[in-house]
């Protein structure tokens, strides 16, 4: 839900950042009124190029699952991954904070914690319709959880984030429970610290 990112993007272009709205074919426009805003992927001057350029000389990206997020990568663009949903695949690069989407069991009116996302298989699935089999819905991050994880990472760009105890313990926690896989990827990434701490009850095991 692209409204779910005016929060941030009014915060960041406050901040005196020109924001751009990335993307091609998009279902609605991004109706945010402000001079450092631009929505970009509604506009008459979207172009293949001017898509590839943007991502190639941006600060840093936020994004969700799209195709053209593939662009942060080739760059090695610091990025905010929001809406994750492998959970272990996307965190190879070093320069990406990761906040995820919940994993919803409809049949037992709960959330999945990390560990049984990672034991069911679920944490490499790909297509709506294995959620849908095994009876999970997928829930988006809230316009809060993408604004903390924003804000985080322009201090950390800035050289102003001070990592507390408690973040180095509950990102320990997180990557203690990635299981060995097939992919050879070592997980660089961070999670969001605020996302870590808000929902630390998913680190349980």
Known sequence: ???????????????????FRMGKGVAETFD?????IIDYASS??????????LFANCYLSVAGNPGIF????????PTCQINATQLQL????????IIFKKFFLINENRLMTFKE?????????FHTHEFEEKGIQLVENTPE???????EMVKRLEGTWREKAEDKELQKAFR??????????KFRANIGSKFLIDNEYLLKT
């Open 44 to 53: 008459g001057f979207r172009s293949d190029f001017l898509d590839i350029w």
């Open 145 to 151: 959880e993408i604004l903390d994880v924003s804000l």
């Open 90 to 97: 996307q965190g190879w690069l070093e320069n990406r904070l």
């Open 32 to 36: 945010v009124q402000h001079e450092r």
């Open 70 to 77: 593939m662009l942060t990568q080739v760059y090695r663009k």
């Open 176 to 185: 203690s429970l990635i299981p060995k896989s097939e992919y050879p990827i």
């Open 1 to 19: 839900n692209i409204n779910n990112l005016k929060k941030t993007a009014l915060s960041l272009a406050e901040k005196g950042y020109w924001v």
């Open 117 to 125: 996302i990672f034991d069911s298989g679920a944490n490499n699935y």
